[in-house]
Structures are given as C-alpha cells and as structure tokens.
C-alpha cells in the first residue's frame, strides 16, 4: 500500500512539475536567472520522482479501498501544495516559507487569499505561476493525473470521489479516464476562448492567460493590486462575469451539452437555483446601490461582476463591497455561504446541497399538514433523494463546525469577531476577500505565523469537503497511534 501511494505521489509531482514548464519560459523570455532555476530545480525533481517510480514499480498492482484513497488524496493535495511553494519561497517576494505555503495553499484551494499587498512588483513569471495554481487546483490535481496517464487503475474512480465536489459523483462515460479527460479537455477550451476574448478586450497576451486561469479556476489571484479593475476595461469586467458564472456551473452539463443532452441541462434543478439566486442577488443589489452620482451602467457592471465573483467564489474585485450599502453587503455576506455547483471549480458548501434542504424543509411542513401522505424529495425531475438528506445535513453541520472554529482561531489571533466569523467563512468556502480588517483592498500579510497555517488547514479542508481532510488526519492519527502502542 505505501509504494502504491508512493507512486502515485510521485506520479502527480511529475504532472505538477510539467506546470512550471509555462511559468520557466516566460522566466527565460525575460532573462529572469534567478527564477527560471527556482522553477527548474522542482520541474526536474518531479520530472525524476516519477520516471524512477514508473521504471521501478510499474508492475506493482495499484488498489485503493475507500479509507486509502481518502488518505491518498489529502497527501497529495498538502504534498502538492508543499511543492508549489518553493518557487515562491525563493522568489524572494515572501519573507517566510510560511507565507509562501500560504499563498501556495489559497493558490491551489482557488481561494485567493494574498500575503502580498503589491503583485504587480512580482516578476511576471510568479504572478502567472500564482494563477496558474487556480487553474491546476480548480478542476483537480487527480483528475488531471487521470486524465494524462492510466496510473491508478482499481483506485481511480474512488481517488477522484474523494477530490471531486458535491454530494453526488458520477461517471459520465464508462472508463473514469475518459470522464476525466472529457471534462479537462472542456475546461482547457473553456480557458482558451476566455483568453483570446480578454485579448480582443484589451489586456496583454500574459495578463489574458494569468486571469483566464484564475477566472475558470474560481481562484482571484491577478497580476495587478486592483484585480480586474486597474486595466479600465468595460469589455473584460463583463467577460470574466461571464465565465465566473460559467466556471461555477457543474462541468458534467456542458458534456451533456456536447453530446447532444439539452434537456437534461434544462431540467437541472442546480442550475435553474444557480441562475435564480444571480438573478435576484444583482437585481436587488443593483437597486440599493444606485445613484444620482454613479452611471447606472457602471453600478449594473460593478454589482454584476461582484455578485458574480462570490457567488464563484472567485474573489476577483473591480469595487469594495465593505463601501456598500450594509443591506447589501448582507447580501455579499450571505453569498460567501451558498457557493457554486457541485462539479465545478467554485467552493463554498454548493447550491444543490441548498436545494436538497429547502425540499426537505417543504416536504417537512406538508407532512405536519398532511400526516398520512408520503413524500418524495424530487431533484432534476426524478424522485428517490431521500437517502441524501442524512448526508447533506452532516456536512452542513461539519462545515459551520470548521467555520465557528476557524473563526475562534481568528479572535485568539488579535482579529475583531467580524473579521475573525468572515475571514473564517472565506477561507473554509474559498472565497478569498472578506470584511473588516481583510477586505477585498486588504491583505493577510499582516496575520500572524500560527494563524496563517490554521487558515491553510481551513483552505484545503474546504476545497476536499472537509471529509477527505479530516479522514486523512484521523488515519495518520491512527497509524501514529498503533506503532507508539505497538
């Protein structure tokens, strides 16, 4: 079991280790000596992990049972993440390594919670290395080792169960290898249209690409202080609202889209909620926040884009919401805790979860009125999600549980309670910007070491749903236990 696990490792840092090929080049293209030997170094490193692994043990049978793969998959995330700070750290733009795991962690979680209160002094081949991280981290690291090479055979399916979000996981064609491509293949076109719209738009060849990854990765790490906002370009703001909005529906619709499947995008109950929740959210903000002194078609841009950017979870600004009006920044506030669907990059504890309660909670009242009468909890027109119900509830209730904590955290730290509780919310749904002393014009520079690495935890128990996070520890807890026992 500890080779299988090894190897797959391995595997996944030689995957990880091809993604500084991009950030290594542009390092060459603008002579950068320093950092194109702080991405080499771990691209080689990679590079020979998996080429001994694959060469040694290519034989050895690869068989995961559920506790394993739950196990495996949160190794390989903090290992991940371990990996994708050393660049960082030896950029020399992070003072500690602690703050550029943190950064690496908010990177890869698509969080996109900064250190660093001035990205634009980054050398170009860092900032595209940041958003590059959302990018990787957003559709999933597993599911892009799966994709590349058929390296977990029995284990593949349940390794990416324990990565993938939402409570129901499914195969979209036969081989888990070809859903996996088909969905990373659909994201990559995704990303490239993105890329040449924000180019037409007015933004640079890089800058285009560096918010194209952080855009569909629903990350928000940008390659200038004021995010989207500092390039002055109507055009792009309401692109990146596009494919924000885009980047937080399920990917498995637009497979079905591809193969012909129109009514079963129709008939989504996720998305129709989705779409209600935008549409009422920009509608009754747009109107609190409009006024004599600001053009109503900026105000509409403004409020599309930010409702856009936390109901993603993206964490991309082109204005402060702490300077709205409190209604609606209630509204803000309340977004950071429905997030996106389940199957697509967005964080938060996902819309169809929601959806499931709000079913129950009305076939709850109709049984008190009706008590002889059976019920069913009906999702995309078919019946039979009661046995969800149990599930959805327990992870609600786990995830307040890792906010009400994270937030303890926060007011031990030194923060006041409201930026402890929306710091918290922020971090564990990887939203990124939160209220008060961590606004969207503030960043997290300024926490203290211990609170930065409780928040990495925080981050990467959100972006796995919490269980694969905390199942991982209790194993490690356990097998630490039986060899001091033993």
Known sequence: ????????????????????????????????RRMALAFLVPLLAGWSAAMAFWFAVRKHPKVFDVKSA????????????????????????FPSFSDAMFESVSGFTTTGASVL????????????????THWLGGMGIIALAVALIPLLGIGGFRLIKAETTGPDKEKLTSFIANTAKSLWMIYVVLTALQTALLHLAGMGWTDSLAHAFSTMGTGGFSTRNASVGAFGLPAAEWI?????LAASVNFALYYRISTGRIRDVAADSELRAVAAIVLVSAAVTTLLESNSATAASRTLREVCFQISSVVST??????????????????????FFIGGCSGSTAGGIKVIRWTILAKE???????????????????????????????????????????ISTTFAGAIAGLDIF????????????????????????????????????????????????????????RICHISGARASA
Request: charge should be neutral; include cysteine; charged fraction near 10%.
């Open 1 to 32: 079991m500890l080779l299988s696990i090894l190897r797959i490792l391995a595997y996944v840092l030689g995957i990880a280790g091809s993604a500084f090929l991009l950030p290594l080049a542009v390092a060459i293209a603008d002579s950068d």
């Open 361 to 403: 909670i009305g076939n709850e009242m109709r049984r008190i009125v009706h008590p002889h009468q059976v019920f069913t909890l009906r999702i995309n027109g078919k019946s039979g999600y009661e046995s969800f119900i149990p599930v959805v509830s327990s992870f609600v209730l786990t995830y307040f549980i890792l906010v």
């Open 419 to 474: 930026t402890s509780f929306t710091a918290a919310a922020s971090m564990v749904g990887n939203v990124g910007p939160a209220f008060g002393q961590l606004g969207p014009s503030a960043n997290c520079g300024f926490l203290p070491a211990a609170l930065k690495w409780w928040y990495c935890f925080a981050m990467l128990a959100g972006r796995l749903e919490i269980y694969t996070f905390l199942i991982m520890i209790a």
């Open 117 to 132: 209160g001035d990205v634009e002094t980054l050398p170009r081949s860092v900032n595209l290395w940041r958003c590059e």
């Open 70 to 93: 739950f196990g495996v998959v949160g190794l390989i995330w903090v290992a991940i993440c371990i990996f994708g700070a050393v660049p960082l750290h030896f950029s020399g733009a």
């Open 314 to 335: 993206t964490g991309f600004m082109t204005a402060d919401y702490t300077q709205w009006r409190p209604p609606s920044q209630v509204a803000i506030l309340l977004l």
């Open 240 to 244: 990146c609202t596009a494919f924000m």
